[in-house]
């Protein structure tokens, strides 16, 4: 717990740590994704993975950065308006694989980076497994719902 | 002159398809890259589509392996979405399937090193030992593979006489001390195929955030059975190796010591398996809206299930799957630089990879 307090205190967070169904949420408020990775690493907290969750219409994604501090496991959501958000791959060599199939799987640019050619799926279309293109229908159900999860 | 030198993604040096690309300067791998993906599933968009007892099903499938721990996260993840809380016979119950799937685990890929030092004799020796741990798998779950032991709320089988089961430990125990670990860990042809090949440093097990037995195995003494305990760990008694190495032969040496610490956690478990129900026999829950977060130690390291869920939804919203074969795997790059070309499926396979997984 001292350490969930340190990180708040290193980024200058007020609103607390909450804690919910096995993570330790915190808000970044206006923090940048990577100002906010730099305290992680420093901190001695291991990257998990990332979590993206598509949004509907022109909302965007949800990423949730999942980080363990000592067996406490820590998650920092960020949200994108648009398809492109920074990569902390130079930071943190651990979030290749992770960035790489986000970028796949529902075309975000991790920007910063060179990507290696594609992780999971031949060819060059991105986003053709988790992105949610249709319209309405089942996949635009999906959508609404993890919209209304991600909340 | 550097050439490369692809092994996979089908080759006699790979028990699953996956490509290392290897840049070599005569024998020696100067660098690799490495290609996975080859029978990508599709698993996670294909679990939005299913409701809460198909996924459950569907999630079994994601490792042929550790097919009960994928289950045991889900669950875990799934039950603090409805607020459900297995009763004490049900996590005790978890923990054995869970040390049986390690043991079992753990064997396989020692059968299957052996196989890659060019040691067959013992490569059939630990798959004799395997089936005796699927004897007893199957005894409990009247499965081999997928045993379909969890579910929301507790497991679905109970273990009717557990210390019936304690003489079938002692026996493996048994054999695994008398035959397995010490040809492993003194004979001379184990030791010059492993000593000392395939290092991965402790500073680079670390950025890399590996888990499981190749992070002990570098030093990073974390196990989550001990750092954040789930089912009935917490009142279990055991040891968790570490060794400081780096190379394959550290990695055989957790993995041997883990195969000790099992036997001794799954003893503890049948012995002290409180009595009553194994779920909480209730068929009408809700999730809640939101997420849950479930982590546990498999096998091969730290799987991590990110579950989303509305209420009132038949399926899941989105089942996010991290398998520890995703974290360790590109630590294979770093282990094989320096390396002979010789040496590199044996480096490969100590990190006991599992395409299953990383191919969810």
């Not at chain 1, 350490?3 to 949420?25: M, N, Y």
């Amino acid at each position: 717990m001292i350490a969930l307090e340190s990180i708040q205190l290193k980024l200058g967070i007020a609103e607390p740590w909450v804690e919910s169904r096995g993570t330790h949420w915190l808000s970044p408020g206006s923090l940048g994704l990577r100002d906010v990775a730099k305290v992680m690493i420093e901190s001695h907290a291991r990257f998990i993975t990332i979590t993206c969750y598509q949004l509907p219409g022109v909302d965007g994604f949800r990423l949730e950065y999942h980080w363990d501090l000592d067996g406490c496991l820590v998650g920092i959501p960020f949200g994108i308006a648009g398809s492109s958000i920074d990569s902390i791959f130079d930071l943190s060599e651990a979030a290749d694989w992770i960035e790489r199939e986000i970028h796949e799987e529902y075309s975000i640019d991790f920007t910063g980076r060179a990507y290696e050619p594609l992780l999971l799926r031949e060819g060059d279309k991105l986003g053709v497994n988790l992105r949610e293109t249709a319209t309405p229908g089942a996949s635009a159900a999906g959508a609404a719902a993890q919209k209304e999860v991600a909340k | 002159m550097s050439y490369k030198i692809p092994m996979g993604p089908y080759h006699p040096g790979l028990e699953e398809p996956y490509k290392l690309d290897m840049i070599c300067e005569g024998e020696t791998v100067q660098d690799a890259e490495l290609h996975i993906g080859f029978n990508f599933r599709g698993i996670e968009h294909l679990a939005e589509t299913r409701n809460y007892i198909q996924v459950i099903a569907l999630m079994e499938r994601v490792c042929g392996i550790c097919s009960n721990i994928h289950t045991l996260t889900l669950c875990q993840a799934m039950e603090q979405l409805t607020s459900l809380e297995p009763p004490p016979r049900a996590k005790y119950i978890r923990v054995v399937m869970a040390e049986l799937e390690r043991l079992h685990s753990h064997v396989l890929w020692a059968g299957i090193a052996a196989k890659l030092m060019g040691f067959k004799t013992m490569f059939m020796t630990c798959f004799a030992l395997r089936e005796k741990v699927m004897d007893v798998l199957q005894t409990i779950s009247g499965n081999r593979v997928n045993y379909a032991m969890n579910c929301v709320g507790g497991v679905n089988r109970d273990i009717e006489d557990p210390a019936a089961l304690i003489p079938l430990i002692d026996e493996l125990e048994r054999e695994m001390v008398r035959t397995v670990i010490p040809i492993f860990t003194t004979s001379s042809t184990a030791r010059s195929r492993c000593a000392g090949i395939g290092v991965l440093t402790h500073e680079k097990a670390i950025s890399c955030a590996v888990v499981g037995p190749t992070a002990r195995a570098s030093g990073v003494a974390q196990d989550l059975r001990r750092a954040a305990p789930y089912a009935a760990y917490a009142e279990m008694e055991f040891e968790v190796p570490v060794e400081q190495a780096g190379d394959v032969r550290a990695r055989l040496f957790v993995r041997a010591l883990e195969i000790i610490e099992s036997c001794r956690i799954l003893r503890q478990a049948l012995t002290k398996m409180p009595v009553g129900e194994i779920s909480t026999g209730t068929d009408k829950f809700t999730f809640a809206t939101g997420t849950a977060t479930s982590r546990v130690e498999a096998p091969r390291g730290e799987v991590m299930y990110s579950v989303s869920w509305k209420e009132g939804s038949r399926n899941p919203a989105r089942v996010h799957v991290r398998t520890p074969t995703y974290a360790n795997m590109p630590a294979v790059r770093w282990m094989v630089r320096g390396a002979r070309l010789a040496d590199t499926p044996l480096i490969q396979a100590s990190i006991d990879p599992c395409y299953s997984c990383t191919d969810r």
